[in-house]
């Protein structure tokens, strides 16, 4: 017998009971469903790097998926997110009847909300252990600031993330103050002196733009920088647990 519930967007999805054959459109719930209910995953984005390994059908990138792919696969949910995929294609497979939840998720409350929903409510596998675990490491109130930082995202030109986004959620539960928080845009395009400040630390991570130690830290003169994972500064699932503490080292080396 279905059940209706509503998505993250208040969108009422009617689903079996529970989904068994589930595509995922996001590298983090990806990462998710493979650690929790990996029988259930049949399908993935070439984005989805996360666990080493997966064994699923690809069905392209997260913001030109192959939507043919995704039907011959006949899930029965496709997992979305409202930043990482695309309106239009959300709305091709629903029309196509594919059931389709998307996640809207913000901040580090948020995503321990949302995802806590997908496994108790949808898939009703009830709240993983990692989930557990996440919460009890990043569930407490946002500490006073210790450091200001800019989290570049790109180069040339250079990107950096702005305001209201769940890496400036993340990075604000540390204790670091996002120098680029006040921006009009989400991800602002910025001028190298924008970042390149005296007692700011730039995060350099490696995705979606891949800084190394040779690529990087020598445009700057004046900040001090980090070269950071990417998967723990934007990624929301298992890649939480132990995020706080590599970060930290990463930042305080």
């Known amino acids: ?43 993935a984005t070439d984005w989805c790097t996360h666990p080493e390994g997966l064994a699923v059908q690809r069905v392209r990138g997260t ?20 930043e990482e995929n695309r309106e239009l294609d959300v709305r091709r497979l629903r029309d196509a009847g594919v059931p389709v939840w998307v996640t809207d998720i913000e ?4 995503a321990l909300d949302s995802l806590g929903r997908l496994f108790r409510d949808v898939l009703d596998v009830g709240t993983p252990d990692w ?12 500490p006073e600031t210790v450091v200001d930082v800019a989290v570049a995202i790109w180069r040339d030109p250079w990107m950096a993330v702005g305001r209201d986004t769940f890496t400036g959620d993340l990075v604000s ?6 120098v680029l928080a006040g921006s009009d ?39 001090r920088t980090a070269l950071v994972s990417g998967r723990l500064l934007t990624w929301y699932g298992p890649s939480l647990v132990g995020a706080r503490a590599s970060l930290t080292a990463a930042v305080e080396r």
């Open 185 to 223: 845009d989400r991800y602002p395009h910025v001028d190298l002196d924008e970042l390149d400040r005296e007692g700011v630390v730039v995060l350099l991570p490696d995705e979606p733009y891949v800084f190394t130690p040779d690529d990087g830290p020598e445009a700057f003169d004046r900040a």
């Open 173 to 178: 539960r540390l204790g670091w103050r996002n």
């Open 131 to 142: 989930l557990v675990a996440a919460a009890d490491e990043w569930g407490g109130p946002v």
């Open 1 to 43: 017998m279905p059940v209706t519930l509503a998505d993250d967007l208040a969108y009422a999805v009617s689903l079996p009971t529970p989904p068994r054959r589930v595509v995922s459109l996001v590298p983090s719930i990806t990462e998710a469903l493979a650690t929790t209910c990996p029988e259930r995953l049949v399908g």
């Open 63 to 82: 913001k030109n998926p192959d939507l043919r792919a995704v039907e011959a696969l006949e899930p029965d949910l496709v997992v979305a997110n409202k």
């Open 107 to 110: 901040t580090v409350p948020a």
